[in-house]
């Protein structure tokens, strides 16, 4: 190669290097542009997550309440005289209806906001307790176990309000209202006003006592060893019952899921005649 | 771990979370106790408390669809916006994880095993879907004289042209 070429080729070598250069400078801003892009896009991910979040609790915090009907309203009054007529004259002894020596004794696992007990309460258990109970062949015992309620210290609150109740020998009124008078499943109406609002509706009961009572750390563990209780029986839904002759051998009877007076009667009926019968 | 073995970390992921949260809205819908420690009674009360629904939709059921939105991102072709895509998903998934352990341990007191194990795949692939986002898109495969086809650590990324 002559001289005269070299320098030709030199030129365009730097050229070349110039431009690789270059293109490094850039493609090095480029990545750092990126990094910066994904940081913010990153940043904005996490605000989401973070209104996640924010949404999510005002969603659950938001819940209706709904007060007990008042003693002097229509749907009060009419709930009272109906409890009232159910279980006046049958004996109460704190969470027992019935004759304390009836021969059969049947145990009802219940809670208070579960839809299913209710239907029950109010649909097929007035005839137990007119056939059964009033005839001092059976007497029923309430036992509460934490299903519908879902919020520990509301379900504690609620039982231990009737069972305040049935220190006075009136917690069958309580539940018996409770249950006539439930409001709508996960709406949060249970507050401190409702259930002195059916406390309220209970002719004799006394009010002031009711609520120096209802706080009772006893009560609490009157409920809480009705779980332990219901846990020992396998229970997992309410209302579910043990039926059994007085001091004899149990017998459970199948968790309960419907009102039918027929289906109760074709269930309990037989069940109870069976249990006075052995 | 390359780009790659992530995505296919986060595949495996998604798919168990979606499985976990099948089961759990089987069992919603069927109304039966679930499989769970304690004879399913933690399980059922988490399962029927009132924080299982939000505005009256289950929360399984939102968990499928995060999970299979999630996988959809996943297997379409992969850049940016669709690592956004899955980066963005995945934090929503662990945040609403976060409250709904929250109130599982402070509120009802109860724990779900079901619930905890969605909980720990959600927190997993949140992580790797940021290393993911991170990574950004992969180095071009160098071009193989006589070969056209693209390696196997592509991850399904066009190949970038190199300027001429």
């Known amino acids: ?278 | 771990m390359s780009s790659s073995a992530l995505r296919k970390t986060m595949i495996v992921l998604a798919t168990i979370g979606l499985g976990v949260a099948s089961y759990l809205t089987y069992i919603h819908y069927a109304g039966i106790v679930p499989l769970c420690g304690k004879g399913g009674g933690s399980c059922l009360k988490v399962q029927t408390s009132v924080y299982s629904k939000i505005v009256g939709i289950p929360v399984p059921v939102l968990g499928l669809i995060g999970y299979f939105l999630i996988l959809v991102t996943l297997f379409v072709r992969q850049n940016d916006t669709v690592r956004l895509a899955t980066l963005i998903l995945a934090f929503s998934g662990f945040a609403f994880s976060a409250y709904l352990t929250y109130r599982e341990v402070f509120t009802l007191k109860e724990i779900c095993e079901w619930c905890v194990s969605s909980a720990i795949i959600m927190t997993i692939l949140a992580c790797l879907a940021v290393w993911r986002f991170l990574l950004g898109d992969p180095p071009p495969q160098p071009a193989l004289a006589g070969e056209g086809n693209p390696g196997p650590e592509a991850d399904g990324e066009p190949l970038t042209a190199l300027p001429g």
């Open chain 1, 1 to 278: 190669m002559s001289s005269a070429e070299q320098p030709k080729s030199t030129r365009k070598e730097r050229r070349e290097e110039a431009r690789e250069a270059r293109k490094s400078i850039e493609a090095q801003e480029s990545q750092r542009q990126a990094r910066r892009r994904r940081m913010m896009q990153l940043g904005a991910a996490g605000l989401v997550a973070v209104i996640v979040i924010a949404v999510a609790f005002i969603v659950s915090g938001s819940t209706k309440k709904q007060e007990a009907p008042k003693p002097t309203s229509h749907k009060g009054t009419q709930a009272a005289k109906l409890v009232s007529s159910e279980v006046s004259g049958i004996p109460q002894s704190g969470v027992v209806l019935g004759n304390p020596k009836a021969p059969v004794t049947l145990q009802y696992f219940g809670d208070l906001e579960c839809p299913i007990c209710r239907d029950f309460t109010t649909g097929a258990l007035p005839s137990v307790i007119a056939n059964f109970v009033r005839q001092g062949k059976v007497k029923i015992e309430y036992h509460s176990m934490e299903t519908a309620t879902r919020e520990p210290q509301v379900f504690r609150e609620q039982q231990a309000a009737m069972l305040a109740a049935a220190r006075q020998n009136l917690g069958w009124n309580y539940l018996e209202l409770f249950y006539n008078e439930q409001g709508e499943e996960d709406t949060g109406y249970v507050t401190p006003a409702y259930l002195k609002g059916l406390a309220a509706q209970i002719p004799g009961l006394n009010l002031a006592k009711w609520e120096a009572e209802r706080s009772d750390p006893k009560l609490v563990e009157k409920v809480e060893a009705d779980e332990t209780k219901s846990g020992e029986e396998g229970f997992t839904g309410t209302p579910s019952f043990v039926l059994a002759k007085t001091g004899g051998n149990t017998r459970k009877l199948t968790e309960f899921t419907t009102a039918d007076l027929a289906e109760a009667r074709a269930l309990f009926e037989p069940a109870i005649e069976a249990a006075l019968k052995s």
